[in-house]
């Protein structure tokens, strides 16, 4: 298997995909956790920590796909498959396990990853992100064998900050949308252009 400094693939998991410009940090140091900027999933926001054994997590917001996404990574899980699912189940703390459907993803196809994503609807994808916050701590099985159990000490504080950016992304894309004057018309230039007579 490749081996790669922890510092850099702590990079790489926190970089999009397409390109580390894409990602911009919105809040660098919350005991442990970084907050940051995916362009490439319409300005979501996401948290993200390492952890011992070379594991990292990473929790967004997917505004493309109207959910949120929980993503555990592992340099040492080189059987996962890109596009892949794997039935797995995510405990938090003493509260009941969620089930649900992980797709195996490797990042820049180097580091191998799950993806759990948990819609909007019914509000599930709220009380999931309460029973991360709330607990601070995570265990995921596969095959009824646990293949990873995380402390996530200031959860908590790294959530609302994301809620936070998310929030602000949210508002910025609304204020972008929006023209002052609903009567204006723009040109390519983007000037309004002048009207014709009015007739009585």
């Not at 362009?39 to 949120?68: M, P, Y």
């Not at 609807?121 to 990873?148: C, L, P, R, T, W």
Request: proline share 2%.
């Amino acid at each position: 298997m490749l081996k790669i400094a922890f510092g850099a693939v702590f990079a790489l998991f926190s970089a999009s995909v397409v390109a580390a410009q894409e990602t911009v940090t919105w809040n660098n140091n919350i005991q442990g956790w970084s907050v940051a900027i995916d362009r490439t999933i319409n300005d979501s926001c996401f948290i993200i920590s390492g952890f011992n054994n070379e594991q990292f997590v990473r929790f967004q917001f997917n505004a493309s796909q109207q959910n949120v996404q929980l993503i555990v990574a592992n340099i040492h899980w080189d059987a996962v498959e890109n596009g892949k699912n794997y039935d797995i189940e995510v405990a938090f703390g003493d509260r009941d396990a969620w089930s649900g459907v992980a797709k195996g993803h490797r990042w820049s196809d180097i580091l191998p990853s799950l993806v759990l994503s948990v819609p909007m609807e019914n509000e599930q994808a709220a009380h999931f992100m309460e029973d991360m916050a709330a607990k601070e701590a995570v265990s995921i099985s596969y095959e009824g064998a646990e293949i990873a159990n995380l402390a996530l000490a200031g959860a908590q504080e790294a959530v609302a900050s994301m809620l936070d950016c998310q929030a602000a992304m949210s508002d910025a894309h609304m204020l972008k949308g929006s023209k002052p004057d609903p009567f204006a018309s723009e040109d390519q230039s983007g000037q309004t252009q002048e009207g014709g007579d009015m007739t009585l």
